[in-house]
Every structure is written in C-alpha cells, then in structure tokens.
C-alpha cells in the first residue's frame, strides 16, 4: 500500500486546513485508516482513526470538536478536516493504514500500523 498526504501549510491561530491522503495498491475498503502527528523533539502522537465504512470515527482528546476524520472509499482517500487550529497543532501529519482489526488501545500505538505516508508540514502561526 502507498499513502500519499498533502494539504499541510501554513495558517493562522484560528484558521483551518483539509489534509487528504490518497491510498493506492490495497482494497481500500479493507483497511483501517489513521492519522499521527509529531512535533519537533516529540513522539508520534494519535491524532484520530476511522473503520473502513467510515461510519465509526475516534479523535484524541486534544483535538476532538476540532478535528473531523472522513473517508471516501470511492476515492481511496482519507481525509483529516482540522478546524479552530492552535499553535499546539504545528507538526509533521501523517496518515497511516492497518490491515487488520483494531480495539481503543491498538489503534493509538504507531507501531500497530501496516503502512506510512510521507507526512505533511502544518505550521499554525499565533
């Protein structure tokens, strides 16, 4: 499978951003889906997921309200709607795909994923 992130950039405190990733060489259908960040000298932290429906979401606690995950299996892509941005947010994004079932526990462990994007740069300016 290759993940493919993009719409990161640079926005003001306040501001919102889209970021999409393009899924392509794996039934999309067949894969959970989600999204990490890392800042700067930090760990790789879960943002949120989604199942292959799409009808189940889970965000982090620090982005929930503001943070939207959505899918569109006809498009193989994730994307990640990020809203009411902090400068907290700024940090390297990246999508990533799991072929297997997950719990609450196994979906927030970056190691429990099959797959990795590249990573897009946000940076929210205060």
């Known amino acids: 499978v290759q993940l493919q992130a993009s719409g990161g950039g640079l926005v003001q405190a306040g501001g919102s951003l889209r970021l999409s990733c393009a899924a392509s060489?794996?039934?999309?259908?067949?894969?959970?889906m989600g999204w990490f960040r890392q800042a700067p000298g930090k760990e790789r932290e879960f943002v949120g997921g989604?199942?292959?429906?799409?009808?189940?979401?889970w965000t982090a606690d620090s982005v929930k309200a503001r943070f939207t995950i959505t899918r569109d299996n006809a498009k193989n892509t994730v994307y990640l709607q990020m809203n009411s941005l902090k400068p907290e947010d700024t940090a390297v994004y990246y999508c990533?795909?799991?072929?297997?079932?997950?719990?609450?526990?196994?979906?927030?462990?970056?190691?429990?994923?099959?797959?990795w994007g590249q990573g897009t740069q946000v940076t929210v300016s205060s």
């Open positions: 990533a795909a799991r072929d297997a079932g997950v719990d609450a526990e196994i979906m927030r462990r970056p190691v429990s994923y099959n797959y």
């Open positions: 060489g794996r039934t999309f259908s067949d894969l959970f």
């Open positions: 989604i199942i292959w429906s799409g009808s189940v979401t």
